[in-house]
Structure formats: C-alpha cells, structure tokens
C-alpha cells in the first residue's frame, strides 16, 4: 500500500465520520464544527488527486467563508434548546433512511462493478493538471463563457440577499 | 508526488513548534506578578460569563452574504494572475467584464445602504 | 486570441437580455422609489430579444468553444420565455401594487430567470445547463419569498429552496458520473462516445440522476410533491411564470440534452420517462379533482401537463419532438392566461382564491368569464383551441413509437381533466353568485389576458404554422 493510498483511507474514514456527526449532533453549533472537519478532509483528498489549487479554495471558501455564513444563521434563528425539534421515529423516516441506504448500495456497486478506463486522450495527464496556472488557462480560455455566467450568477446572489433580508430597500 | 509537499509538511511542523516553544518560554522564565484584576477573563470590555446563545442581528447575515460573494470574485482573480502573461490582452478583457459586472452589483449594493449599519 | 466577434453576434437575443439585466440594476440603484422606468426598460428589453431571436431561427451553429448552440431550438424557446416574460410583467404591476409591494427588483429577477432558461434551451455542455438551472432556479427562489411578510410565501420559498437544492444535488451527481464514463462535460462529445458508454451501469445511472434533477424542475411525479405548496404560496404571476417558463426550460434540456444528444436509444430510460409520464397524468388530475383552492388547482393540473408533455419526450420520435415544442407555446398561453386572470381576481390576505368565489362570475365580470373559460376549455383539450393540438401531437407520437398504452392514459386522465377544468366554467356561468374582482383589472393586465386568449384560438385554429417551424429545425 503506497503513502497516497493510506492517506486517502484516513481521510475518507474521518470524512466519513465528522459528515454522520454533523446529521446526528443535537447542537447545530457542534454539527458546524464537524462540518469543518468534513471540509478539510476533503481538502486533503483533493490533494492526494493532484488538485492543489481546488484544496486550498475548498479551506478558503467553504471551511472559511461559507462557515461564517452558517454560523452566523444559527446565531441568528437562535434556536435555543434544539431538543425540542427533534423528531420521533415516524415511518416516513424508516422509509427514508431504507430508501437512502439502498440508493447508496446501489451507487457502491455500481462504481465497482463498472469503472471503466477512460481513453488517454479524453483527460489530460500529468500532475500539473491541479496547479493554478493550469486552471487560469483553462478557465480564460475554453471556458471562458461558463466563467463569465458565474459573474451573473453572483450578481443575482447579490440582490437575493437584499431583497429577503434588508429591511428596507 | 506527496514529496512535493514534505517542504509544506516541514514548514507547518517548524511553525507550530515555534509557537509551542515560544509560550513554553515565556511560561517558564517570564516574571509572575498575579492580581485579581490581571486574573480576570479579558473579553474586549465585554462581560465575560453570560450566555453565547444571544440571537444575532439579520445584518450579520447580509455581511457575511456579501463577504461569500466577493470572496469568490477574488478566488476567481488568482488563477487569472498566475496565468495572465499567457492570456493576454483577450485576458485583461475578459477579466475586465467580469469585474465590471460585479462592480454593478458592489454599487447596487452601496446605493441600497446595504453597507451601513444603522 | 478568444474573441469571438461573430458569437457575440449569433448569440445577441443573450446578450441583449443580460445587457438590460445589468441596466435595470443600475435603474434601480439610482431611483429606489419609482419602478416605472424599471418596468419600462425591462419590457422593451424583452421584447427587443425576441425580435432578434426571430431573426436568428436560423440552423444552429456551435458557439463560444462548443459551448451554446446559438440559434434554432435555442431561439425558438427564447421566444417562448420571453413571451413568458413579458406576459407576467404585465400581469404583475397592478397586482404587486394592490399587494403593496410593488419593488424594481421583481422585474430585475424576471429578467435574469429569463436569462437563465435561455442558457439551459441554448446550452451544448453540461456546465452551462448546470449554470442556467442555477441562474434561474436563484432568481424564483427569491420571487417565490417576494413577500416577505406573508409567512405562506416565506414557507413556499423555503420549501422551494431546500428541494431544490436537493435536486441540484441529484444533477451534480450524474454530471459527475456522466463525465467519469465519458471523459467530457460537452454534449456533443457525449453524444459521440455514446455509442461506447451506453451500456455501462455507471453512465446509465449518471443519465438517470438528471433525469430526476430535471424531472423536479418539470414537476413530474413522484419528484411533485413541492408544487401545489409552492404554487400556492407565491405571488400568483410568479406562479404562473413558474408553471410555464421554468417548465418549458426544463423541457428544453429533456428535449435538446435527452432527445438528441443521448438519443434514448437504450429504450429503457424511454420506459422509465414513459412511466413518470403516465403517473404524472394519473396523479395529477385525479387530486386536481380534491382541491378548492384554484391555485392549488391549477398546480395539480400544471402536474398532469407535465406528463401529457413527458409522453411526448418518451416518445423520442421527431414527431414527439415538435409535439412537446408545439404544446409548450400553447400552454405558455392557456396556464399563464389562467393564472392571470387568478391574478385579477385574488384580493389582498389571499382572499377570492376559492373556486366557489368565482360563482357567477359571467354577470358581473362578463368579459373575465369568457376568457378564463378560454383558458380552461383550452387546458382541458376542448377542440379548437390551441391546447387540444399539443395533446393530438404527442398523443400520436406516442403511438408512432408504439407507446400506445401511454396515449391511452393520457386520453382517459384527459376525460377526468375535462371534470374540474368544466366545474369553474358551470360556476361562472350557471350559478348565482357575486364573485367579482376587488379592483378594476388594470390596462395592461387586460391586454396580456386577452392576448393569450387570442394567441391560444389562433394556435388553434392555424396550427400548421408552428408545426411546421418546429419541424425545419429537424
């Protein structure tokens, strides 16, 4: 077993777990935190797939930024004691949690049983596929039109949040 | 390929055994001169011990929603600096109506006050 | 070095609409306190592209490194959103003004919902769809909460949101799994190494995943269940924007993606689209037939639509093609017709939105009447209006692919249809009441009413006009 596999099993298994911590924790603060845990394991697979770049974004942006954000709604809908909010054991929900179980069963054996290699020419190789100036030129150039719609995109973001949350516009 | 990163890994471990061994030192040879003033919790003039659950103002959120998106625009940025010998003048453009758009959207936002905080 | 002078030009009805997007913000910084001229531009605006998407009905050319298709199908569902657009502008002042809420930011969200269906019709790589759903699917979330202090709209917006990131979720995925069998995001790479990656399970299940994604957006049973809240609780011109052009966006990625690009020759996703369709009309106007509320009403049949449509997509003939494409502009008329004379007559607090507040109807209001039992003559499939044409055309594509069972059904659920769509039209027309409108419908309302109304009779008197427009594209 090489280093990158080992890495990758640690990762994958805390992953795994801070992701059920955040479902099953009572406290949306403590469910926040593992949420960050979450994040930077996923930083850390994305390094082992060569994808420098996307790691650092996912800590700046999701683990930094975008967990501000979460915080500060629990903050703000101030839930109190969150006990009251949990939910008995109702049918729906052993139907749901059957039903997600055998969709993931599902995906589990058919990423084994089918993974196919894809020809060589499709994916460029090579470990510079991550770095940042391989995104630059690729973002500026065949992708140019998806990264100016994200412009738009952020644009709308903008005037959501002040047409639901300020109070007077 | 993991090589590549052992300068990082060593870097990391430099940083945070120079932070350790740096408050270890002081906690060793640095004089001790304890009041009760000096004990007290020191929360930035803030009463120290009270509830965290205080519920927050929706204007924190239009911040920190704000925050997201430009955040974004500047993660957009770096990889056009990095490539941008490359890129050209048909860079600088594209990348001039990217900002130009947003720009829109900061002075929109600027006009609608959403920057005050009153 | 990319440039591209000439896309900027095929693809001007885009640009044209994103340009008056951005000028509407900056109105509506200027000026926070009148929203006419915000009104004004965003119509003129509008209009201006569909012209030059009329211009641009040409063959489709590959634009932007492969990434849209500009013109062809594309133009002819921008001149389906637009109209959809422009319809809801007009129904929407007087209304947002009765409910007192009458902000330039309604009209700069249309605008950009409009721009996002544009992307999803026009798109030629999977980015872009993902893009234009989001762009679009942001911009109602926000409409359908457009009332902030009214906590039904608020739940609706909520409920909205977290599905709809859900299907997201769903979409994302099988982007992923399409792009790890196929090695690209572009469609027309898709379609090529289609041949080699159809029959492994992992590309199949990658298809399947955006069919639910878009089968949500669509309101397709079994992915319905957040229509009839939504519908109810958004601003009543935002529900009919809503059933019709983030519909017909929909369908154009299950018509211009799924149909042409994956071909359906697998002929199981055929069934399985087959099977949503027949349950979609089954469910759909069986509970159509429970509700009191007409909002509620008409989002249950929108459901039905959605099968009689998807039947046409299963069908994936080119006769199901300009079927669906057919259906989609008559219905654009009939639905957002119907839902604006809803408009017309809701008060504020969600009063007269019982089907029994529309009792005699015809002696107080009797132009209304007439229109609105257009509008539900037209929906139920009622020769000759514009609506009875969509259902023949998909109908007999089904049967052509040898779906004839699924022609049955939509048949028979029809018939049902024909029950609550003809109950509103007896309670205006045959029973006593004093239904009337709590404001005198504004000018401009009037004419987007009566001009659907018209639209739809000559839709249905002329089909072979469109029909034969839809079918050049082949």
Known sequence: MTLESILFYILSAVAIASALLVVTRRSPVISALYLILNFFCLAGLYLTLHAQFIAVIQIIVYAGAIMVLFVFVIMLLNLGDERKLSEGMSYKKVIAVGLAAALLTELIYIIETSWIVLPASTVSQGTDIGTVEYIGLQLFTGYLFPFEVTSILLLVAIVGAIVLAKRKY | ?118 | MNLYYTDLITNSPLLTLTATGLLLILIESTKSTRTRLTFGVGIVGLAVTGVLACFHLTPEQSTFNGMMNAGGYGSYFTIIFVLAAILTFLLSRSYLERMGNNKGEYYILIVFATVGMMLMASANDLIIVFLGIELMSICLYILVGFFRVKDRSNESSIKYFLLGAFATGFLLYGIALVYGTSGSTNLTVIARSFPTVSSNTMFIIGVALMVVAFSFKVAAVPFHMWAPDVYEGAPTPVTGFMATGAKAAAFAVFVVVFDRTLGFSGGKLNLVIAMIAAASMILGNVLAIAQTNVKRMLAYSSIAHAGYMLSGVAAANTEGQSGVLFYLIAYLFMNLGAFGIVGIMEGEDEKNLSIDDYAGLSTQRPVLAMLMAVFMFSLAGVPPFGGFFGKYYVFLAAVKANMTWLAVVGVLTSLVSAYYYLRLVVLMYFRDGKADVPMKPSFAAMVAVCVSALLILQLGLYPSAVVQLVQSFH
């Open chain 2, 1 to 118: 390929m993991l090589r590549n990163y052992l300068p990082i890994i060593m870097m990391m471990a430099v940083a945070a055994l120079f932070g350790v061994v740096m408050g270890k030192i002081n906690e060793f040879i640095g004089p001790k001169r304890p009041s009760e003033e000096k004990q007290s919790t020191y929360e930035s003039g803030m009463e120290p011990i009270r509830t965290a659950r205080e519920r927050f103002s929706v204007k924190f959120y239009m911040v920190a929603m704000l925050f997201i998106v430009f955040d974004i625009e500047v993660v957009f940025l770096y990889p056009w600096a990095v490539s941008y010998k490359h890129l050209g003048v048909a860079g600088f453009a594209t990348m001039f109506v990217f900002i130009a758009i947003l720009l829109i959207g900061y002075f929109y936002v600027w006009k609608k006050g959403a920057l005050e905080w009153d």
